[in-house]
């Protein structure tokens, strides 16, 4: 099968030009102006973006957690990404406290082959490691697992102390690994909720007044000190207040090889979204909350500096009606997490680029080419170049949707509501190319499930 992108503006991290892109099978064969080549197909893509696949590096498909269930698994999911326009994703496989991480990564294998629609790795979330167990880091790298996230957060469920953070870490560093870093002071915080609720404050809302701002700069701080004895790189991931950042800029400036991302809630959703006399709050009840709105400022300011490499979504999505409900009575029950996968690239793009606070270049970069970097899949993933897997988005710049749960063009995702109901955005990815396949085209899916390849990710190979 081959395809011809012919007559579009080729936009990567670093170019910008006019010209035709040739695919033959999985990769892209050539590229050049008006292009001679027999093609089985031709696309036109005129007066479009031609852009790279999104490369999304933090979803939760599947995920047990807090009673129940992330609601879009591993096809319902990648799908929804794939009208969105991210043609990887980089999903987090769990380990049992207990038991090996190996049968954690055997898990995850199970619950994504044969449904994922377009490739996908995974990362390890490290729940305990022991002595006896390091050796299991280097075979998790050895099978294409390259990066880790631990917990400073969730007391008695995912959280681990600093010993557990230094010996793994210790590990990766040697292995040429990096750690993700969920980083809160989940101890305080839990704390500061035992007294919210015996104070009688069950709302919604108390989810975020119960977790300062301090308490993740805290973990930033912490995390990074601790990284940087250890001697491993380290990536804070769903970085949500300026507080936080500091420290990432703080560290970044005394030479720490420190990374990090923030995510489309952070910088278009605030404190005001908890303010509901009803349970409407819960549908954004996720970890870190939502912060005040002046935050969001800091955090463009942190992307167009370089400071914050990337743009995940943390899609970790829950029914409002049969899964938030589980905290009726008490905000600490509400399942954490948010959709967001499917639109990542549209929220960017019309907050950064239409916006006028990121160049078009620096939004491939931030949705797609920055996260293929630390997480090992450059330049297979997260550019388009001769020899590069042929997963292309071609990015209609001009068209307008309004993002709703209503509106088939913006919703394909498996939950009852959307966080960013009513939000209007310029910018669109019409046509999807996963490998060279066609995968979304005039809003109809075309890719199958089982049709995502897992990827084996390379070692850490930065710093960029
Ligand atoms: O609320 C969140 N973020 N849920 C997903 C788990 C995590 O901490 O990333
Ligand atoms: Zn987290
Ligand atoms: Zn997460």
Known sequence: MSLLIQGGRVVTAVDDYHADIFVEDETVALIGRHLEVEAD?????????????????HTHMDMPFGGTTSADDFETGTRAAAFGGTTTIVDFAIQTKGHSTL??????????????GIDYGFHMIVTDMEDDRLWEMRRLADEGVTSYKMFMAYPGVLYVDDGTLFRAMRKAGEDGTLVCMHAENGIVIDEIVKIALAEGKTAPKYHALTRPTRMEA???HRSIAIAEVAGVPV????????DALEQVTLARDRGAQVFAETCPQYLFLDLSHYDHDDFEGAKYVMTPPLR??????????GLGFGDL?????????FCFKDQKILGIDDFSKIPNGGPGVENRMSLVYNGGVVGGRLSVNKFVELTSTAASKLFGLFPKKGTIAVGSDADIVVFNPDRRETI???????????????????????????IVISRGRVVVEDNVWHGRAGGGNFLKRGLFGGPF
């Open 41 to 57: 197909r031709t696309i036109d893509a005129a007066g479009r973006l031609v852009i790279p696949g999104g490369v999304d590096p």
């Open 103 to 116: 049968e954690g990564l055997e898990t995850w294998h199970e619950k994504a082959a044969g449904k994922a």
């Open 292 to 301: 005040e709105k002046w935050n969001q400022e800091h955090l463009w300011r």
């Open 218 to 220: 805290e973990g930033v």
């Open 404 to 430: 709703s749960i209503d509106n088939p063009h913006t919703h394909h995702m498996r939950v009852d509501y959307n966080a960013y109901e009513g939000a209007e955005v310029q910018g669109v990815s019409e």
């Open 309 to 317: 490499q990337s743009i995940s979504t943390d899609h970790c999505p």
């Open 235 to 242: 990536y804070i991931v769903h970085l949500s207040c300026a």
